[in-house]
């Protein structure tokens, strides 16, 4: 239910842009077509930015810390385990154990624990890990002066003996086998050097203090202690290191970068360069093919703004971008030079949010959690303490359920952005509009409409809307409630209030709006309308029928559109061929057929403006990316006509990417927020209805569907009127009988051209005339009579055009037998004068199993079963003749042939179990 924690949550301070790009095109033919950003500041001179972008090849996530480098109170740091640089752990670890606000991974490493960096990484000038010589990867540095640079670094160590024999040092800090070369340790590595596994044979070890040889041994490994450094070399050079050293021989080693470290602060190992001089590379020299999570850093021309930036990937919300893709986002950042970093799993990026005390994780590690990673990039704020500057309200959502309530919590930050302390208690509270109370943090919502909340700490004020919603339905999603209200908009429900609301509480795992589909919530805006505007077909398309049924279909349905008058027809199908529809469609029907042609189409009306989409591949950008380009320009426009109808053919379930569908819903919300009454008319495969944040969707089966049904709208007055006309051709009454007395529902159905059963009820359209001549109440929306006194009920029905007339008897009782109704039309039990529950002879005797004969001379009539004979004569007090047919009693005969009886007074019901 992760949409409906992101309605609840308020991040203040922070501003939402929605960006339409005509055409923004990226290596390999990505386009960029919708882009939203949200922005909030980490730190005086550090902004965070996360932007959503929608994209000719789905959605990319991109997370960016921009950071100006002239600020005095910003720092960028080497991130590392300060207490052994080979553990790796989590970058949020990282961040706050080097006193970072925010920061982002770093170089390639082993992803064996312990663990070394691929590359070179030196913080505050110090060597903590050697370059990897590799020409085709590069690294980020910084100078003392806060210069940012993109360096390939190359390494030279040597150690030197007492009698002037060099060898090589191959690295500094890294681990593995040392065999066949020299590596040296200090004490940014950890308390003990890399540990050879047992197969290994031991390798020498000199531990050196103040370039003094204070011991040496063979070993697996060595404790590296504080002021030493650790020399280890495999036993192939060890022959010949040791027989020329002691303990207590002075011992010189030499270690050179090129280029020159001596200014440099800050270095972290990376790959390809991928912008260089303002141009991306035509070949990168380290390239990992694929889409993937992302992450890199680069800087301005002026190398005065640092952008540090992660791409989230493998995931349904973005699955990340290839290596030329990454270096097309650095590059339109406004990067002149950047720098691929270490990818997949380990892309993160952590901040603490403006107000707060701990870090977060700002983006969408592809392994659900943060990787243990071997450093990073981080930045410092060396900002002093200020006098408060801001507050943020803290609120679990923007709109409350009348009736219940928010805890409202307040941050506050200093003019340089720093966290201050907040005295909860010390908090001024005030609504306006009279919307609700306080009770310290505590807002209580009491009147539906918008309101002002004010917070007040000291001479500093904060302010922020809430919606007051009335919920006419409540869903709960784990142990969290809302309230959708009439327009289908969500609210929050405080649990301990979920009491005070009269609404059932339903589970629901997603937000789908408010349902008026059925009977029991319905659409007021469905009703019998005079004539209509225009009618729509949710497709024309034939399917099961034969070519003679389906022209007999379509002659009815266009019979229904002509008899009320509507102006045009669209139909949800594609109406490019018109030869093979002027085989179906009359010609006088043609000039006035709208519908979906090859592309996007959109045209005004009046007030109204129509829009097509269409998905039929699995989505609008899949069946053509260009329709989202002309869809939000129009949208752009929309907000100056009263209606916008967009007819889409393809139901938003069957889009292949479930975030453009919200995104598709999203939009038509905030053009509907701007007074624009927004619908949606989907192809489907059964009518429905519902409104989700104050948009009305409307499904509609096509003509060649088992449910068929024209839909006719009426739209010239300010509210939108439609009527949903069944396309049958029969009707059926399934009402057999009513008890006296007891409430019935009425149940009638359609037929359809494919033998299917719709309901005359809602949503359908149709006329119910009924006539009674005794005392009766009758509930016409729900279908629902009590007739006091036996008799017929005569109904008349119209549906489509199509009238019936329907006979249902009033009775006394209804007669049950092992679960089942036991009725005959044309012989109904009653109650005779004494009380006694007559029924048919041949009705009773013969479902339970006897067989019956009629003596017309003695007027007496036998019940025999097995070796059991009942005679019953007429006129005496157990058989009666009524309208030529003998009635008897219904408990005497059953009860006689083996069956018990019972009676049910609620229900008027005998009940026989047999």
């Excluded at 107000?355 to 900002?383: F, Y």
Aim: net charge positive; hydrophobic share 40%.
């Amino acid at each position: 239910m992760n949409k409906l924690k992101k309605l609840a949550v308020l991040i203040t301070f922070l501003y939402l842009l929605n960006v339409l790009l005509p055409f923004c095109i990226f290596a390999q033919g990505w386009v960029t077509l919708y882009e939203e950003k949200e922005q909030t500041p980490v730190a005086k001179g550090v902004i965070y930015e996360k932007r959503t972008i929608f994209t000719s090849q789905g959605f990319k996530k991109i997370h960016i810390l921009t950071v100006d480098l002239t600020s005095p109170y910003i720092d960028i740091v080497s991130l590392y385990n300060k207490e052994n640089l080979s553990e790796r752990k989590p970058l949020s670890d990282l961040v706050k154990s080097n006193n970072a606000v925010a920061g982002i991974n770093g170089d390639f490493f082993s992803m064996t624990n312990p663990s070394s960096a691929i590359g070179v990484q030196i913080n505050e000038g110090n060597i903590l890990s050697s370059p990897s010589n590799r020409t085709d990867m590069s690294a980020f540095a910084l100078t003392f002066d806060k210069m940012p640079l993109i360096i390939n670094f190359s390494f030279e160590g040597k150690l030197i003996l007492k009698d002037g024999t060099v060898f090589p040092i191959a690295s500094v800090n890294k681990i593995g086998d040392p065999a066949g070369k020299v590596m040296l340790y200090n004490t940014f590595f950890g308390k003990e050097t890399y540990k050879l596994p047992p197969e290994k044979g031991d390798a020498l070890f000199l531990i050196i203090k103040d370039g003094i040889i204070e011991n040496l041994f063979f070993g697996k490994s060595s404790s590296i202690d504080e002021g030493r450094l650790v020399i280890t070399a495999g036993q192939d050079l060890a022959v010949q290191i040791y027989p020329k050293v002691s303990q207590g021989d002075p011992i010189n080693i030499q270690l050179r970068f090129t280029p020159d470290i001596s200014n440099i602060k800050t270095a972290i190992g990376g790959g390809a360069v991928l912008v260089d001089n303002g141009k991306i590379p035509e070949n990168f020299s380290h390239n990992i093919n694929g889409v993937h999570p992302r992450t890199a850093i680069g800087f301005t021309r002026d190398k005065t703004k640092l952008f540090m930036v992660t791409v989230d990937g493998r995931q349904e919300e973005s699955d990340g971008v290839t290596q030329e893709e990454l270096a097309n986002i650095m590059l339109n950042l406004g990067a002149h030079f950047a720098l691929n970093l270490d990818g997949g799993g380990s892309s993160t990026l952590v901040g603490r949010p403006l107000g707060e005390d701990n870090i977060k994780v700002l983006n969408n590690p592809s392994e659900k959690k943060e990787r243990p990673i071997i450093n990073g990039i981080g930045i410092v704020n060396k900002a002093p303490l200020g006098k408060i500057a801001g507050l943020i309200i803290k609120s679990p959502s923007l709109t409350v359920a009348k009736n219940s309530r928010l805890v409202l919590e307040v941050k506050a930050y200093d003019e340089y952005l720093n966290p201050i302390a907040v005295d909860q208690n010390r908090v001024q509270w005030s609504i306006s509009k009279g919307a609700g109370k306080f009770d310290k943090n505590t807002f209580f919502a009491q009147k539906e409409g918008e309101t002002v909340i004010t917070a007040k700490y000291g001479t500093v004020t904060k302010s922020i809307k809430i919606k007051i919603l009335e919920p006419v339905k409540i869903i709960k999603t784990g142990s969290e409630y809302y309230g959708i209200d009439k327009n289908g908009v969500l609210s929050y429900i405080h649990p301990e209030d979920i009491n005070k609301f009269d609404i059932p509480v339903e589970e629901a795992p997603d937000f789908k709006g408010l349902d008026f589909s059925s009977p029991g919530r319905k659409d007021a805006d469905n009703k019998k309308i005079p004539d209509a505007d225009f009618a729509v077909l949710g497709g024309l398309a034939e399917n099961k029928l034969t070519e003679a049924e389906y022209k007999e279909v379509l002659t009815k349905t266009l019979d229904i559109i002509k008899k009320l008058k509507a102006d045009y027809i669209i139909t949800l199908d594609d109406t490019g061929n018109l030869e093979e529809l002027n085989q179906i469609i009359p010609k006088n029907y043609l000039s006035s057929l709208k519908g979906f042609g090859k592309g996007y189409q959109s045209f005004p009306e009046k007030d109204n403006f129509f829009i097509f989409l269409r998905a039929e591949k699995g989505g609008i950008n899949a069946t053509d990316y260009n329709q989202w380009i002309s869809f939000l320009k129009d949208l752009n426009s929309a907000v100056k006509y009263k209606k916008v109808f967009v007819f889409l053919n393809t139901p938003l379930e069957k889009f292949n990417d479930r975030l453009e569908a919200d995104l598709f819903k999203k939009l038509l919300a905030q053009l509907a927020q701007k007074n624009v009454k927004v619908h949606v008319i989907i192809k489907d495969e059964k009518f429905y209805v519902f409104k989700e944040n104050s948009v009305k969707f409307i499904g509609i089966p096509s003509i060649g569907n088992p449910a068929p049904a024209v839909v006719l709208f009426d739209i010239d007055s300010n509210f939108t009127n439609y009527s949903v006309v069944p396309v049958i051709k029969d009707i059926e009454n399934k009402t057999l009988y009513v008890k006296k007395g007891i409430s019935s529902e009425i149940i009638l159905e359609g037929i359809s051209y494919y033998q299917s059963k719709l309901p005359i009820n809602y949503p359908y359209n149709y006329d119910l005339a009924l006539s009674f001549n005794k005392k009766y109440t009758f509930d016409r929306e729900h279908l629902i009579i009590n007739a006091q006194e036996k008799g017929n009920l005569t109904l008349k029905v119209t549906a489509a055009f199509l009238q019936k007339t329907f006979t249902i008897p009033v009775v006394d009782f209804s007669i049950s037998l092992n679960g089942k109704d036991l009725f005959s039309p044309d012989a109904i039990p009653y109650l005779n004068k004494k009380g006694s529950a007559m029924v048919p002879i041949r009705l009773i005797s013969e479902n339970l199993g006897a067989k019956v004969e009629w003596d017309s001379k003695k007027k007496e009539v036998s019940i025999f079963k097995e070796n059991k004979t009942i005679t019953l004569k007429v006129a005496n007090k157990y058989a009666e003749m009524v309208g030529g047919r003998v009635y008897v009693p219904l408990r005497y005969v059953a009860e006689n042939l083996g069956a018990k009886v019972t009676w049910d007074d609620k229900t008027r019901t005998a009940v026989i179990n047999y």
